[in-house]
Every structure is written in C-alpha cells, then in structure tokens.
C-alpha cells in the first residue's frame, strides 16, 4: 500500500521539474523560498521571517539534494529527504519559538563525482559560505533517509593537514550530531563509514558538516559486522563516488566490496529506487530527528 500523496509520485515522475515543485509546494503551503544560482546550479534557499532567528545561538544549515541521476526515479536518493524537509518547513512556517534552521536544497550533488567535489553544487555554497565568514554554522546534510529505521551517523575523515581549530569545530559539531540522535532515536542508531554527499563540499571548504542517513536495522547490523571483518571495506565506501567515472566508461567493473554494502546503497542509481523500496517508519524517524532538531540550541 502506498503511504505518500500523489505529490511524492509526481516529484519522482521521469519528466518531474523538480525545482519548480519543491518552490510550488512551499508556496501553496504559505513558505517563501528563493533560488540561489550559483556556478550553473539552482538551489533553493527557504525563506522564514527575522522572528526564526536568535543571534546569540548557533544558525543550524540544513542541506538535501534534490537532484538525482538519470535513469532513476531517485526516490530514496534523495527524494524521500526533500519531502521529509518540505514537510518540516511547512511546520516550522508557525514555529512556537525561535528555531534557527536556514534550509538548502541542493543542485549537482550529483555531480561531484566527474571531476572531484568542486563541481559538486554545494560546493558553491560552501564557497559562498566561506568568503562571507559564514564558518559558525552547523551544517547537517541528510541523504537517502526514506529506507529503513536506524539513523546512521556518517563517520568521517578529515582532511589531511586539517588545522586545530577545524578539528575541534568538527568534533563539536559531531558530538552534538550524537546528543541529536539520542535525543530523537534513544538506542537506535548508529555512527559507520557512509560515501560522501554534500558534506564533502563544506569539509573541503573548511567547513565543518555532517551527514546523516537511514538503514534498515538488519542491513545496518550486517554492514557493521563486515566493517570489522573487512578492513579494506571502509576504502571502498568512502572511493565509491571517486570511482564510479572508471565504472561508468568501463574501464572498471564495479567498486571493491559491493556486496557486502548494504543494498540500501546498492539501489542506488537504479531503477529500483522507486517508490516500492521506502519504508513508512523512515518518515516517522526522520519527524523525530528533525523536531528535535529544530529544539537544539547551541551558542
């Protein structure tokens, strides 16, 4: 049985313009938003007004691609996000306090993978970001969060010769990601190597950001268990997008290790990321997260 509205089908129809729906339905639901062109991208910045907003508190950036690859109907990547954060725009439209949550959905996530994270779309952002002295924020990126009930906390590595200040930024913002998630999902989730989305694009820029995704319990168990049994696994994930340029022209067949990923990730690109593969408690789990999220405050 199908959970979504015709609105989620239509999003991840072959011919959707999925820009104009995203600004369509925050518009119809009383949400402003305008589009930020940057470098031959069009993201959408949603717009609240100035009373969202508290300066002595730390501004949480919300980053989701709406962009997917050719030839799938992208509906856990990255769909299921857009809708999940649309839908919690609309609500904090009415917000009872101050929320400080400023929204991007993203164009050319995709992308990064043809010539480094550069061409990235968010990367831009980041640029932009950057030259602004807009280093303070902490940036959550969520992608693929409509399959399965476990919430995974990217693991990352940061850059090598990464200063102090960045790392100790980082470990901040990380440890406050893990005080998120057990606030939202007490006992159900997890932290594991995750391939790089839109928080490549900010950590490169020197900013830090996390990324956030969900699995299925049983998928997320497995993949932990081969973690431990596969030291070479955790390189394969994270060059998962540095290799698929070598994939797609053939020159290889296919990243190390693709069977022991979990087939959340494997659907991915695929046709089989369709509508069928979501689970309804992903969106229960993801309310939870991001209306905690929207409680935090952090100086």
């Known amino acids: 049985m199908n959970f979504l509205p015709q609105e989620f089908r239509d999003f991840i129809a072959p011919d959707a313009d999925r820009c104009s729906i995203i600004r369509s339905y925050l518009r119809n639901n009383g949400v402003d938003s305008a589009i930020a062109a940057i470098d031959g991208k069009n993201h959408i910045l949603v717009q609240f007004g100035p009373q969202a907003y508290n300066p002595q508190f730390r501004i949480k950036t919300v980053i989701a691609h709406y962009d997917r690859v050719d030839g799938s109907p992208g509906a856990n990547d990255n769909s299921a996000a857009d809708w999940q954060i649309m839908n919690w725009a609309v609500e904090l439209k009415n917000y009872h ?87 939202s999902c007490p006992g159900r989730w997890m932290s594991l190597p995750v391939p790089y989305s839109d928080n490549a694009s900010f950590l490169a820029c020197g900013i830090p950001a996390v ?16 973690l431990n049994k596969n030291k070479n696994l955790v390189d394969a994930v994270m060059n998962r997008e540095s290799s698929k340029k070598a994939r797609m022209s053939g020159q290889q067949t296919d990243y190390s290790y693709k069977e022991r990923m979990p087939k959340t990730w494997r659907l991915f690109h695929t046709p089989q990321d369709n509508e069928a593969s979501l689970s309804q408690e992903s969106f229960r789990v993801m309310h939870n997260i991001l209306v905690t999220l929207a409680e935090l405050k952090s100086m």
């Open 97 to 183: 306090s101050f929320h400080n949550v400023r929204i991007f959905f993203t164009d050319g996530e995709e992308l990064g993978w043809n010539t480094g994270v550069s061409e990235q779309g968010a990367y831009g952002i980041a640029s932009v970001f950057k030259r602004l002295g807009i280093t303070n924020d902490d940036v959550f990126v969520f992608d693929s969060c409509g399959r399965g009930e476990v919430p995974i906390l990217a693991k990352t590595t940061l850059p090598v010769g990464a200063g102090k200040q960045f790392v100790s930024s980082f470990n901040n913002l990380y440890e406050r990601s893990q005080d998120l998630l057990r606030r």
């Open 211 to 226: 990324a956030i995704t969900l699995l299925p319990a049983e998928e997320a168990s497995l993949y932990a268990r081969e």
